[in-house]
């Protein structure tokens, strides 16, 4: 064991507590009933969070799944068809919400590190199909792509993506849980990014550290019906300015440091490549999530990995030294710094993936 033995949790970003600063504005928030309309914090939340994405209205939701859902069932009927990457949140993580819930089919393409290449999904597009072939109606992109390792999507594919489906007649939605991180890595204004989408979900309780809630944003006339549809999936809720109050205290004070996150995230890659350099690039670790992909030599999925041992292996030893990281697959490791990691922690961490990974 090194020095520091207080315990890192790099699973996610979502592990974060709110701050004194932040619990204090909740408790000192103006509320209302929100599913009348008369929640004062909550209103004054998503009319900051759609002006910033330069959007004319926005929905606070629970969770950034529902946020998803409600985009993507505004821009694709039952029956019809959602393309997204394969490693895409929407298609692996949100437990076939879309298509149980919203009955929407979903077909993939391959994205290495989930990085977009717009004219593939254009490519794949098939509007108006029917009656024979299921008809696309929109195009799902995520940014920063949580899978693919934090990566930041290029600006001019995003535009790209949004002109060549505006031209075939389909729907965009950017799954922007971490658009706040794209953000700071690039300095690419918001509303840069809100352009390139019909809807957009952004996450207040990943890198923000809020306890909870989204916000999706749009135009006025679809956000009114995913207002609906928030309230018949159980997602109307009353006096919810004092969740939406940690947002707001997120958005003035968390959003510049994200910054820290970055350069911890490319910290922890660089102390893996030192001892192991096939594992990661580290400089393609642009914000706060770096992921090892232990079969990387070249080695069969099955076979044994860069290091002999699996990803639950590494993450065992780890854990037994006081860092948790999280398995996303046999040969996958994620790694997420965020508001409660600080530089001490990340020193710890890094030190002891270098010991277990060196073996
Ligand atoms: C990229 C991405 N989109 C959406 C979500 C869903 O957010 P929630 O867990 O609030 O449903 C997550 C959660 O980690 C995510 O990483």
């Not at 195009?139 to 790209?160: K, S, Y």
């Not at 918001?190 to 749009?218: F, M, Q, R, W």
Request: net charge negative; glycine share 10%; hydrophobic share 45%.
């Amino acid at each position: 064991m090194t020095a520091r033995q207080a315990p890192v949790d790099l699973r996610s970003d979502t592990l974060t507590r709110p701050t004194p600063g932040m619990r204090a504005a909740m408790a000192d928030a103006e509320v209302g009933d929100d599913v009348y309309g008369e929640d004062p914090t909550v209103n004054a939340l998503e009319a900051e969070v759609a002006a910033l994405l330069g959007h004319e209205a926005g929905l606070f939701t629970p969770t950034g799944s529902m946020a998803n859902m409600l985009g993507v069932r505004s821009l694709v009927g039952a029956g019809e068809e959602l393309l997204c990457d394969s490693l895409a949140h929407v298609v692996r993580a949100e437990l076939g919400g879309h298509a149980v819930l919203g009955q929407v089919t979903t077909r993939t393409w391959s994205a290495p590190r989930g990085l977009l290449d717009a004219e593939v999904p254009l490519a794949m597009a098939t509007p108006d199909a029917g009656p024979h072939l299921v008809s696309t109606a929109a195009i799902a992109v995520e940014n920063t792509h949580n899978f693919g390792g934090g990566t930041v999507q290029p600006i001019e594919q995003l535009r790209r993506l949004r002109e060549g489906a505006a031209a075939q007649g389909i729907g965009v939605h950017l799954d922007g849980a971490r658009l706040w991180n794209a953000h700071v890595a690039t300095g690419i204004p918001l509303a840069e990014y809100g352009a390139c989408a019909d809807t957009v979900s952004v996450c207040l309780s990943k890198g923000l550290g809020a306890p909870i809630g989204s916000v999706l944003v749009s135009g006025a006339e679809r956000i009114a019906a995913a207002r609906v549809w928030r309230k018949r999936y159980g997602g109307g809720m009353r006096q919810v300015g004092v969740l939406a109050a940690a947002g707001r205290y997120a958005l003035a004070h968390h959003v510049a440091r994200l910054v820290d996150d970055h350069v911890r995230g490319r910290r922890l890659a660089e102390a893996v490549a030192a001892v192991r350099p096939e594992l990661v690039e580290p400089a393609a670790v642009e914000t706060n999530i770096v992921v090892l992909d232990l079969s990387a030599t070249g080695r069969s999925a099955t076979g044994p990995s860069a290091t002999g041992l699996s990803a639950t292996e590494v993450a065992a030893a780890a854990k037994a030294e006081g860092v948790a990281i999280s398995v996303l697959g046999p040969r996958t490791l994620r790694l997420v710094t965020h508001l409660d990691v600080d530089d001490a922690a990340v020193e710890h961490a890094a030190a002891v993936l270098t010991k277990v990974l060196a073996g």
